[in-house]
């Protein structure tokens, strides 16, 4: 338990739904991350949220739309996806960057997202 | 943009000490080096964070030599459920995650 929470865990949707992965923490921290992570491959960072303002969009294709209404919560919302979208999908939280470090990251779960 | 170059496995037998060289000849002053561990269809898990020299927790030890361009994560007996990927991290801000390197123990 690493105090994020995401949900769902799995999830299964086809190409023309609108779901929304959602993520929650109350760790008291201002930073928070969604990252994409294919089978076998790297974690890919998708966005960065710091006090709610959105500072890092890595060139994500906007049917993948992020929603961060305060410092404990952060949705990803998605539409019309494609099957090569299918990934696992994990959240995190840092208190943020701290002068000249990281501070240490927390990850959820993750979502296993299939589109069918 | 600070780079981090890992080998992409190591295979290892339970009771070794194994050691994970990351490096990062781009890194900038302000920069920190951190290490996560990441088990198969999990997040991953913050290991340890430095800034030169050795820094040592109750799981592993960070080796940084003194012109940073380089950093070694020591796990001391490893066992089976020392499996994993680890990855060195060395931008602050963005957590970007490089190919990291995929740890094997053998029984």
């Known amino acids: 338990e690493t105090g994020v929470t995401q949900t769902p865990r799995h999830l299964v949707m086809g190409m023309t739904n609108k779901k929304s992965l959602k993520c929650e923490q109350h760790?008291?921290?201002?930073?928070m991350y969604w990252y994409k992570q294919s089978a076998k491959k790297p974690l890919e960072l998708m966005f960065v949220?710091?006090?709610?303002?959105?500072?890092e969009n890595n060139s994500v294709p906007s049917r993948f739309s992020p929603e961060c209404p305060n410092s404990s919560h952060l949705f990803l919302h998605l539409h019309t996806l494609q099957p090569e979208d299918s990934a696992l999908y994990l959240c995190?939280?840092?208190?943020?960057?701290?002068?000249?470090?990281?501070?240490?990251?927390?990850f959820g779960q993750g979502t296993r997202l299939t589109v069918v | 943009l600070a780079k981090t170059t890992q080998p992409i496995s190591m295979d290892s037998y339970e009771g070794q000490e194994v050691n994970i060289t990351c490096s990062h000849n781009n890194i900038a002053t302000n920069d920190y080096i951190t290490w996560y561990q990441q088990f198969p269809s999990q997040g991953p898990r913050f290991i340890i964070q430095?800034?030169?020299t050795k820094v040592t927790n109750e799981v592993a030890s960070l080796f940084i030599p003194a012109d940073r361009k380089s950093s070694t994560l020591s796990l001391p007996r490893v066992s089976l459920s020392d499996t994993a990927v680890y990855y060195c991290l060395v931008e602050i801000g963005k957590l970007i995650f490089g190919t990291g390197t995929r740890l094997q123990v053998f029984p």
């Open positions: 995190a939280s840092s208190q943020g960057t701290s002068g000249q470090r990281n501070t240490e990251a927390f």
């Open positions: 430095g800034y030169k």
């Open positions: 760790l008291g921290h201002n930073a």
């Open positions: 949220y710091n006090f709610k303002e959105q500072t």
